[in-house]
């Protein structure tokens, strides 16, 4: 079974800074992908950015960008220029490629943005 | 992308009794899965359906969770006989393409579920 771990349950960053959310997960699978999704307090599930495993080249999304160490198996999420609307919580997701197409979630990150 | 929508919003029950769960695609979609979330915890999977079947389930989902299409339209959860311990948020959630297993999945806005 694959797990995925979110070490820092809570994070805080001042307003145009960037910050760190660290990602990560255990598997002996060699294809798969890995996602953020962002949780606002209106609890909606919205998709940040996907990475997948077979790319070398780390996936970018305006300010969000990924760490992706494919031998460590890590997958961090890089916000730079934070704004007020990025608080929410931050979950990681794994994907087998090959599987039942279900999505394991990390426990999350909460993130505050400050002014 | 257009994602989905759930109804309802949010839905109070009684200990035992049967709640059904809506999710209605935007557009014609092959796959579509259900999770939960309780309040405080992570997303768990519970189900993915495909092509009218049910292509993998959790542990979770255990007898008293049923999941259809019966419309060919509107893509239902069923839970049979509601606990306290089902109270949580319902996500539905579709895959972008419908393609294939690495679709990337898009999630609906939930169903809460209060059971007293």
């Known amino acids: 079974a694959q797990t995925v771990t979110q070490s820092q349950p809570e994070m805080s960053v001042q307003e145009a800074e960037t910050v760190t959310l660290s990602c990560t997960y255990d598997t002996s699978e060699s294809n798969y992908y890995l996602f953020w999704y962002k949780q606002p307090p209106s609890r909606q599930m919205i998709l940040v950015i996907r990475?997948?495993?077979?790319?070398?080249q780390n996936a970018t999304e305006n300010r969000f960008s990924v760490n992706f160490q494919k031998a460590a198996k890590s997958f961090s999420l890089k916000i730079s220029d934070s704004q007020l609307g990025d608080t929410a919580m931050y979950f990681c997701a794994f994907m087998r490629a090959n599987s039942g197409y279900a999505l394991n979630f990390g426990k999350g990150t909460s993130l505050l943005v400050t002014p | 992308e257009p994602e989905v929508t759930q109804t309802p919003s949010h839905q109070v029950t009684q200990m035992g009794q049967e709640v059904i769960l809506r999710c209605v695609p935007i557009?014609?979609?092959?796959?579509f899965y259900w999770y939960r979330q309780i309040l405080g915890q992570k997303v768990e999977f519970l189900v993915s359906f495909y092509n009218n079947e049910i292509s993998e389930k959790s542990e979770i989902f255990d007898d008293q969770f049923s999941v259809e299409r019966p419309d060919g339209s509107n893509f239902t959860l069923k839970i049979r006989s509601t606990k306290l311990e089902d109270s949580a948020m319902y996500f539905c959630?579709?895959?972008?393409?419908?393609?294939?297993?690495?679709?990337?999945?898009?999630f609906g806005p939930g169903t809460r579920l209060t059971v007293l």
């Open positions: 557009s014609n979609h092959l796959y």
């Open positions: 959630a579709r895959g972008s393409s419908g393609r294939g297993v690495t679709d990337t999945q898009y």
């Open positions: 990475q997948e495993a077979y790319k070398q």
